[in-house]
């Protein structure tokens, strides 16, 4: 069974920590996605990969990094978490030229 | 910009009943629109659909596309408990650069009453 195995379900952290979020799938997909979701606002695109060691801005990144060293992982960086960024975050996975997304559980975080 | 615009944005109904959910969309060069269900944790995936007129079935849900209206709907028939979710509406365009990626919209959380 394919999958996109988030590390953490639930995460707490203190304001100004670094907090890094993993994201493994397993299905050798080249493209890699970074979502979070809040209420009212739904899904919205954080960061993506399109393969190794690339990556490209969403529509919301400030406060957030990426990284991309190996194909299956891609991790996301928060360098100085704030309240504003509790939130659900998601990971999802697609070969190139498809257009179905693979999701993992979600990590919701939230920052104190 | 991108848009995809789901209505309603909740429904409560009984078991038995059937719903249909709305989903608008304004996007550069359409490739596709997929239908995802959303509990408690990871969305998965109902429908993708790329053709106009060609209705999508799987049990009791189905769904259709209409590219030059620029909608799509999704139908659940005999709606059970297990049917309470957020439904998801997303979009596959090409909007500032050259790779495709999916807009979503808020989604329809629906919820069965027994």
């Known amino acids: 069974d394919v999958k996109v195995t988030q590390s953490s379900r639930y995460l707490v952290k203190r304001t100004g920590e670094k907090v890094f979020l993993e994201c493994v799938q397993d299905?050798?997909?080249?493209?890699m996605f970074w979502y979070r979701q809040d209420p009212g606002l739904g899904l919205r695109l954080i960061y993506f990969?399109?393969?190794?060691?690339?990556?490209e801005k969403g529509d919301i990144p400030e406060g957030y990094s990426v990284s991309r060293e190996k194909k299956e992982r891609f991790s996301l960086i928060l360098e100085s978490a704030s309240t504003n960024q509790t939130s659900m975050y998601l990971c999802?996975?697609?070969?190139?030229?498809?257009?179905?997304?693979?999701f993992g559980s979600g990590t919701r975080l939230t920052v104190v | 910009e991108d848009k995809v615009v789901q209505s309603p944005l909740s429904l409560v109904v009984h078991e038995g009943d059937t719903v249909t959910l709305n989903c608008s969309y304004e996007?550069?060069?359409?490739?596709?629109l997929l239908w995802y269900k959303q509990e408690k944790k990871a969305p998965t995936f109902l429908f993708m659909l790329?053709?106009?007129?060609i209705e999508k079935k799987s049990g009791r849900l189905s769904s259709i596309l209409d590219k030059k209206e620029l909608f799509s709907i999704l139908n659940i028939t005999a709606t059970q408990t297990g049917d309470s979710a957020v439904y998801l509406c997303?979009?596959?365009?090409?909007?500032?650069?050259?790779?495709?990626?999916?807009?979503f919209g808020k989604g329809t959380l629906l919820t069965v009453n027994p």
């Open positions: 999802a996975s697609r070969r190139t030229g498809r257009s179905i997304y693979t």
């Open positions: 299905m050798d997909h080249e493209n």
């Open positions: 996007v550069t060069n359409f490739r596709s």
């Open positions: 990969s399109y393969d190794v060691k690339m990556k």
């Open positions: 997303a979009v596959s365009g090409q909007s500032g650069g050259s790779n495709y990626k999916l807009t």
């Open positions: 790329t053709s106009s007129g």
